[in-house]
T-cell receptor, first 115, second 112 residues
């Protein structure tokens, strides 16, 4: 069965420092991986996805993610954090062969960027 | 620039009432989804739809029901609301293929 894990409930980082939000996955077959961000009282916003190709995926708002097949990880990164990046981040993996595009979400990681 | 709309955004209502949460998308997506999310917590899929007249239950059991009579519209109904239904409900849609889901801003439901 497909699954995704976000081992950190919260990540704290100072503004201007690099940030990493961790995600590991378990899938049968090729992984289809996504990162979403959720701001307070809003829905989820798509940041980036990995389907195939380069292991470093670039997304919105300066975020990128590194796909590592041997470690089954898909960590979200940003070189220089902003206070406005403070939000809840979800990693997701596609649940099946694509017939439904259902996603399985991780439990979320709260990113807090201190000024 | 949201193309998926949920109404109402907030609803406080008494126990026993019938509630319908509206979700509409203008992107022509075939697939639509309802998630339940407690504040700051993980999402649980409660319903999804492949297209018109197709609905399926999700991974989390829910007393709610859904319908899909038109491509753009995917309402969720609670026949008799209870305090245990208090939560945030998020609607999403996606096209076919390996494309991401698009989310509405949610309905925060409080049952007194």
């Amino acid at each position: 069965a497909q699954s995704v894990a976000q081992p950190e409930d919260q990540v704290n980082v100072a503004e201007g420092n690099p940030l990493t939000v961790k995600c590991t996955y378990s899938v049968s077959g090729n992984p289809y991986l996504f990162w979403y961000v959720q701001y307070p009282n809003r829905g989820l916003q798509f940041l980036l996805k990995y389907i195939t190709g380069d292991n470093l995926v670039k997304g919105s708002y300066g975020f990128e993610a590194e796909f590592n097949k041997s470690q089954t990880s898909f960590h979200l990164k940003k070189p220089s954090a902003l206070v406005s990046d403070s939000a809840l981040y979800f990693c997701a993996v596609r649940a099946d062969g694509g017939a439904t595009n259902k996603l399985i979400f991780g439990t979320g990681t709260l990113l807090a960027v201190q000024p | 620039e949201a193309d998926i709309y949920q109404t109402p955004r907030y609803l406080v209502i008494g126990t026993g009432k019938k509630i319908t949460l509206e979700c509409s998308q203008t992107m022509g997506h075939d697939k639509m989804y309802w998630y339940q999310q407690d504040p700051g917590m993980e999402l649980h899929l409660i319903h999804y739809s492949y297209g018109v007249n197709s609905t399926e239950k999700g991974d989390l059991s829910s007393e709610s029901t859904v319908s899909r009579i038109r491509t753009e519209h995917f309402p969720l109904t609670l026949e008799s609301a209870r305090p245990s239904h208090t939560s945030q409900y998020l609607c999403a849609s996606s096209p076919t293929g390996n494309q991401p889901q698009h989310f509405g801003d949610g309905t925060r439901l409080s049952i007194l």
